[in-house]
């Protein structure tokens, strides 16, 4: 195992650039047959959640992985740098890699299958480029990202592509990309996005490559919870094609042109969020994009505009529990829970 060195402090950011880098890990606990039960999180501290086990549509048993146990059972490994991130993001098998303080990487780092990357302590970035999980040849399928600040990336910050699938991404800090923070996109599937704090940015998170990708339709199963969209401008998340994308208990504030947007036959699920300075805070529809379908329930728009919804959608129960917190007490929780520093080691 690598020494960990002393961690530097965090510089000031810079403008965005585009690169890649690897994902956190924790270990998750293999979950049992069929639909699984919700994570039982223990709390040390406030503010601090210790569970290994992601909920939402990352703890779903299909397509041959039951759940999402990133490294679980492999070795662990710290790394301090750019090179040795890319070998054991690469590296065959389960791994769970420990990133120590602030790595500069350049271009996308790409993460392959049953990986788990996660931060020590709240200190850990990656900074001027991003993680990439899986190629056309290799898949990302298993993989776990936490506890990580994401800086001034080149491109995505981070990209889900390839048709990975089971991947969690829970509790990091993403701000100053250059394009996307998070994409998901190339029928990827089951994945869970919660936790995360995402600002200083104007494309927060896509869901679906394009409108002449319907490759996507019947894929990109996404759950995003207790999320924080700290004045970022758009895409929280933008969808194509998918169905169902279920988005709860997220807290939306000071998004200038919206909050989120349903196109190309879509089907999205909105309920228990908290839009706070939102004009548009749901679009069915987008730009040059077909319109997608919206059902939306028991969100609060503290000075906003009207929602729109159209159409029926698949309810996220069909495939997983869950329990949706009053939308009143949403600001006040995510912006206690989200970000780094936030989970235990």
């Not at 406030?46 to 999402?68: E, I, K, M, R, Y």
């Not at 710290?78 to 090179?83: F, G, I, P, Q």
């Not at 769970?96 to 780092?109: C, K, T, Y």
């Not at 869901?207 to 759950?223: C, E, I, M, Q």
Request: proline share 6%; aromatic share 6%; net charge neutral.
């Amino acid at each position: 195992m690598t020494t960990i060195p002393t961690v530097p402090s965090t510089p000031p950011r810079r403008a965005s650039r585009r690169t890649g880098l690897l994902l956190a890990v924790v270990l998750a606990i293999p979950l049992g047959g069929g639909v699984a039960a919700p994570a039982a999180a223990r709390v040390d501290a406030p503010g601090v959640t210790c569970t290994g086990t992601p909920d939402g549509f990352a703890s779903v048993n299909a397509l041959g992985q039951n759940g999402t146990t990133g490294g679980a059972g492999g070795p662990t490994v710290t790394v301090t740098t750019a090179s040795q991130l890319a070998s054991a993001a690469g590296q065959a098998g389960p791994l769970i890699i420990r990133i120590s303080g602030r790595i500069q990487v350049s271009d996308m780092i790409t993460v392959v299958a049953h990986k788990s990357i996660v931060g020590v302590g709240t200190t850990a970035e990656i900074t001027g480029g991003g993680l990439q999980l899986g190629s056309t040849t290799r898949p990302g399928n298993n993989v776990i990202i936490r506890n990580i600040r994401f800086t001034d990336a080149e491109d995505d910050s981070i990209s889900v592509t390839n048709k990975a699938h089971h991947v969690w991404i829970d509790h990091n800090d993403l701000s100053d990309g250059y394009d996307g923070l998070l994409d998901i996109k190339r029928e990827s599937d089951f994945v869970t996005v919660s936790w995360n704090r995402f600002h200083q940015h104007s494309k927060a998170s896509l869901v679906g490559h394009s409108d002449n990708y319907p490759a996507d339709r019947g894929k990109l199963r996404v759950t995003y919870h207790h999320n924080f969209f700290d004045g970022t401008d758009q895409r929280h998340p933008r969808v194509r094609f998918a169905e169902p994308v279920h988005i709860y208990n997220n807290y939306y504030r000071n998004n200038a042109l919206y909050g989120i947007a349903s196109t190309e036959d879509a089907g999205l699920m909105v309920e228990g969020n908290y839009f706070e300075n939102v004009a548009h805070p749901i679009h069915v529809g987008y730009a040059d994009s077909a319109p997608g379908r919206v059902v939306e329930r028991n969100n609060l728009y503290v000075n906003s505009g009207t929602p729109e919804t159209a159409g029926t959608v698949v309810e996220p129960r069909t495939y997983y529990p869950y329990t949706v917190d009053s939308p009143a007490g949403v600001p006040a929780t995510v912006s206690a829970g989200v970000g780094v520093g936030r989970v235990c080691p």
